[in-house]
């Protein structure tokens, strides 16, 4: 099984920049997907950057295109979502998940999310 958890959500206003780590326990594989979603409150769970662990494909939600950005650390098991010009409709809960495979067809393992509000 692969454990996640989530860090670096918190309160900015809109226009600044945070970075999320999805810290993964347990072995990934090559093929596996990591990928951030989020979360408003009432709101469908939405995915919003995935990358590929064993290549370099990534894939991006329009809403954030050019906004925000998603690397990997493959030796220490470390995703992370760069979230530049923030805006009050990112405010949301986000977490990380893992897919078996590239690209997935669902989303097997999830952390247990983190906050980010963005004031305006």
């Known amino acids: 099984q692969v454990q996640l958890a989530e860090s670096g959500g918190g309160l900015v206003q809109a226009g600044g920049s945070l970075r999320l780590t999805c810290a993964a326990g347990?072995?990934?594989?090559?093929?596996?997907?990591l990928a951030w979603f989020r979360q408003a409150p009432d709101q469908e769970r939405k995915l919003v950057a995935a990358?590929?662990?064993?290549?370099?494909?990534?894939y991006y939600a329009d809403s954030v295109k050019g906004r925000f950005s998603i690397s990997k650390d493959n030796a220490e098991n470390l995703v992370y979502l760069q979230m530049n010009n923030l805006k009050p409709e990112d405010t949301a809960v986000y977490y990380c998940?893992?897919?078996?495979?590239?690209?997935?067809?669902?989303?097997?393992?999830w952390g247990q999310g983190t906050q980010v509000t963005v004031s305006s």
């Open positions: 998940a893992v897919g078996l495979r590239w690209p997935p067809s669902s989303f097997h393992y």
């Open positions: 347990g072995r990934i594989f090559s093929d596996y997907t």
């Open positions: 990358v590929s662990w064993g290549g370099s494909s990534t």
